[in-house]
């Protein structure tokens, strides 16, 4: 069959819901939050599916009846999730021993992750990322795959090794995974709610982000709400939002003289029984800032995870 022919919609809902396994319930779901496929429709509103709105959906299934979330696989594209789900066949069949193409370990993820970013392959990094993810727990993925990644990349650039549109075209990539990273998990109801972002003037924006997603991995309901925020922004959104912690990442040294100033003003707008959470080299650095009554100085995404589990998060 060719390719004109695999995309022609002529498979109503009974029939894909009968090849894939899915209930016509569950189609219509994954289709309305996750945007898996997008069927054609009769006059009379029906769906049709093409064949390769079928084998996405199949492969879809397959995936998630390996133990994966919806929400994690669906960005994947069709021949990814072939891949994925060949994988995950070898492994079965070798008995739970991983095949030579899988990720056996988070260094092989960040040395994949690292040769992309040096032959400057956007879509080959965020695929290493992505699979990643999908791997490992999201504590593995940050402590062993982006914060080393991010290290390296930073030491290969001063060093002249990495020019600077290898970090930009990384930076952008790892943006976008860690915001699909913080969409995917899905804490549920009642959660506790924390607001990361950068002080004012701060505009390396990856630390908030990955303590959006570290409180995401607690139970907290996280909120990425940018870089280089004045002091009164953050307080308006973290009250709007209810937020129990608002956490800040501090990593410019231009922005050292200036920091602990910014800091005493946002512990001064908020109310007292909203934790402030600094992270970060300069606020590591900064004298003085851990004495402020209200704030506290945390010296890595595992000592936030920690701390957010002693305040209850997803309570």
């Not at 769906?47 to 669906?74: M, N």
């Not at 990814?80 to 008995?95: A, F, K, P, S, Y």
């Not at 400057?120 to 990322?129: F, K, N, S, T």
């Not at 010296?299 to 957010?308: A, H, I, N, T």
């Amino acid at each position: 069959m060719n390719t004109e022919q695999s995309n022609l919609p002529r498979h109503p809902i009974r029939v894909v819901a009968r090849r894939t396994g899915l209930t016509p319930a569950v189609l219509r779901a994954w289709e309305k939050r996750y945007r898996v496929v997008e069927p054609s429709r009769t006059e009379g509103g029906q769906r049709l599916y093409s064949d390769d709105d079928v084998l996405r959906l199949a492969l879809l299934h397959r995936a998630v009846e390996e133990g994966r979330s919806i929400s994690q696989v669906a960005p994947l594209t069709t021949d990814e999730l072939q891949e994925l789900v060949h994988e995950d066949e070898v492994e079965r069949r070798n008995g739970g021993i991983a095949s030579p193409t899988a990720a056996s370990s988070a260094t092989d993820v960040l040395e994949r992750a690292l040769e992309a970013v040096d032959r400057m392959d956007p879509a080959g990094l965020e695929r290493r990322l992505t699979r990643g993810a999908l791997a490992f727990p999201i504590p593995t993925v940050i402590d062993d795959i982006v914060v080393p990644l991010l290290a390296r990349i930073g030491d290969a650039w001063e060093t002249g090794r990495l020019g600077p549109a290898h970090e930009h075209l990384a930076s952008v990539v790892i943006r976008r995974f860690l915001e699909w990273m913080l969409g995917a998990v899905d804490v549920g109801g009642g959660a506790q709610v924390l607001v990361a972002a950068t002080p004012a003037k701060e505009r390396h924006e990856l630390g908030a982000l990955l303590s959006a997603v570290s409180g995401a991995a607690e139970g907290w309901k996280g909120f990425y709400l940018g870089a280089d925020l004045p002091a009164e922004e953050i307080v308006s959104a973290a009250l709007r939002l209810e937020a129990e912690v608002v956490a800040l990442s501090c990593v410019d040294p231009k922005t050292a003289l200036a920091l602990p100033e910014e800091i005493r003003k946002i512990r001064g707008l908020l109310p007292p029984d909203v934790h402030l959470l600094l992270g970060g080299p300069v606020a590591v650095a900064s004298e003085g800032i851990d004495e402020e009554e209200g704030v506290e100085v945390l010296g890595s995404f595992q000592e936030l995870r920690e701390r957010l589990r002693e305040l209850g998060g997803g309570g």
